[in-house]
C-alpha cells in the first residue's frame, strides 16, 4: 500500500484561494447572517479548509441597516462596553447603537463569532460592512452569495 496517496494537504498562505463575495444583509434576522458570514470569513465552506490559516474569502455586507431583530430584542436586549475606568461600563441597547452607528452592531456581532487570537483578528480585517447597497469594491469584481440558500 502507498501511504504518500493518504498524506493529508493543509492550507498555507501560497495555496489559499481568497475571493471576494458580496452579502445582501437586507430584511435577514442579524444572528443568521452573521453566522453565515463568520463561515464565510473563516473558510469553512472549502474543502482545504486548514484551522490555523487565513484561507477564507473578502466579504462585503451590504444593506446593514436593513438587518432585522426578532421579539423585542431590540429594546429587551443590553450590550455594554467599558472605559476602563471605575464605574466606566456603558450600557446600550441595540436601538440605540443602530440609530448612531448602523454598521457596528453587525460588526459586533460578527466579531464574537471568529477566533479571539491573532488570527482572528486578521479575518476580521477581510470584513467590509457598509449601510447601504453601494461599496467601494467594485474593483475586485466581487460576486453576489445568496446566504438563504447556503447550508
Known amino acids: 500500500m502507498n501511504t504518500l496517496s493518504y498524506k493529508t494537504v493543509s492550507a498555507n498562505k501560497a495555496t489559499v484561494d481568497k475571493q471576494w463575495v458580496v452579502v445582501d444583509a437586507q430584511d435577514m434576522v442579524l444572528g443568521r447572517v452573521a453566522s453565515q458570514v463568520a463561515k464565510l470569513l473563516r473558510g469553512k465552506h472549502k474543502p482545504n479548509y486548514t484551522p490555523n490559516v487565513d484561507c477564507g474569502d473578502n466579504v462585503i455586507v451590504i444593506n446593514a441597516e436593513k438587518v432585522q ?27 440605540q447603537i443602530m440609530a448612531k452607528y448602523p454598521t457596528r452592531l453587525l460588526e459586533h456581532t460578527i466579531k464574537g463569532m471568529l477566533p479571539k487570537t491573532r488570527l482572528g483578528a486578521q479575518l476580521f480585517r477581510n470584513l467590509h460592512v457598509y449601510t447601504g447597497a453601494e461599496h467601494k469594491h467594485e474593483a475586485q469584481q466581487p460576486k453576489l452569495i445568496d446566504i438563504k440558500s447556503m447550508k
Open 69 to 95: 431583530l426578532t421579539g423585542k430584542k431590540w429594546s429587551d436586549r443590553t450590550l455594554f462596553s467599558y472605559s476602563g475606568y471605575p464605574g466606566g461600563r456603558h450600557d446600550k441597547t441595540p436601538a
